[in-house]
């Protein structure tokens, strides 16, 4: 039976650029298909952001909506799980399909998962969109295997810092951290990388290979978040048929690929979005990554925030923080 349309506290984003800010909205009555969540932890991602700023390549909003990508929930009404059942969700937010960012939310039972037995659902959910860019990337598309060294670039965001664990833990020979903040690059270090290297302003490609190439040596596998510049000078030190998976532009839209290096060291370059994979594919993915925080193997510094913290937070999550922001509904500001 579909439930009552529910009038729920949701953050609003109203226009392309805008913050969002605090609001109500009414969801419409549960239909077959559909899941009713009561949201316990939704992580800020920097694809929010991305999508609401109203430049994203691949979702534009000009109609006011509710932001959010993923959260952990509890079953509210459903066909498929019993009342009560925690779940993970993935939602892709429109002004027709309100997002994560609220007290409730409705989603397509075909984007819902179990979250397993006994895990932290902060967690749980803190690991989901992060956690899915680094290990499909790395394990799937760059086919990561026993032995390789493995150059992460971007390496201190949440993305990076679970990318370093994952290749630690899959058996990487040497694992390599970039990014430009120092402290954040040193912390890299107790997470399992062997070497970290700084960005510098001003730096050329060729100069920034040379660096690379001493702290790590021929690359297997390039984990890149950044694309520009360090990205040219990572095709550099990449071994003869190294694997490049691209997940962002942080240092730039643009890149140059040589066609003789491309070519000589016959290497495979592919990129991965999140957004454009179905939760299905991205499941093998989620429970390596669950498993690991049960088992303590998997670390990351997350920071929970009420609903109506969110503005601040979406600032803050502008300039980069080293961590992860889940939003806790129920969480007293």
Not at 76 to 93: N, Q, V, W
Request: hydrophobic content about 45%.
């Amino acid at each position: 039976m579909a439930e009552i349309g529910n009038a729920v506290t949701a953050a609003i984003v109203d226009a392309p650029g805008a913050e969002p800010r605090l609001g109500s909205i009414t969801l419409p009555s549960r239909a077959a298909g559909t899941t009713l969540l009561a949201v316990v932890a939704a992580p800020l991602n920097p694809l929010d952001l991305a999508i609401a700023s109203g430049t994203f390549h691949s979702a534009r909003h000009d109609a006011p909506y509710v932001p959010g990508s993923e959260c952990v929930g509890t079953v509210l009404g459903s066909d498929r799980y019993p009342i009560g059942t925690r779940l993970y969700a993935e939602c892709h937010a429109s002004p027709t399909t309100p997002g994560t960012f609220a007290g409730h939310v409705l989603v397509a039972d075909d984007a819902l998962l179990p979250l397993p037995e006994g895990l932290d659902p902060v967690l749980g959910a803190a690991v989901g969109n992060s956690g899915t860019a680094a290990f499909v990337p790395l394990i799937e598309k760059g086919g990561l295997r026993p032995g390789d060294t493995v150059l992460v670039l971007g390496a201190t965001g949440a993305v990076g810092q679970i990318a370093v664990q994952v290749a630690h833990h899959s058996g990487a020979k040497r694992v390599v951290g970039v990014a430009r903040d120092h402290a954040a690059l040193q912390r890299l270090l107790g997470l399992g990388a062997d070497a970290v290297v700084e960005l510098r302003v001003g730096e050329t490609a060729d100069e920034l290979a040379g660096r690379l190439l001493a702290a790590a040596g021929p690359v297997d596998v390039v984990l890149d978040g950044v694309y520009g510049l360090p990205f040219e000078a990572a095709l550099r030190v990449c071994a003869p048929r190294a694997r490049v998976v691209n997940i962002g532009n942080a240092a730039g839209a643009t890149a140059q690929v040589p066609a003789g290096l491309l070519r000589g060291k016959q290497l495979t370059l592919s990129g991965f979005a999140g957004l454009h994979t179905p939760l299905r594919e991205k499941e093998a993915a989620l429970n390596w990554l669950w498993t690991a925080l049960l088992r303590a193997e998997l670390h990351l510094e997350v920071r929970t925030v009420a609903l109506e913290e969110l503005p601040a937070a979406w600032r803050a999550q502008a300039g980069s923080p080293h961590g992860k922001c889940v939003v806790v509904p129920e969480q007293a500001g």
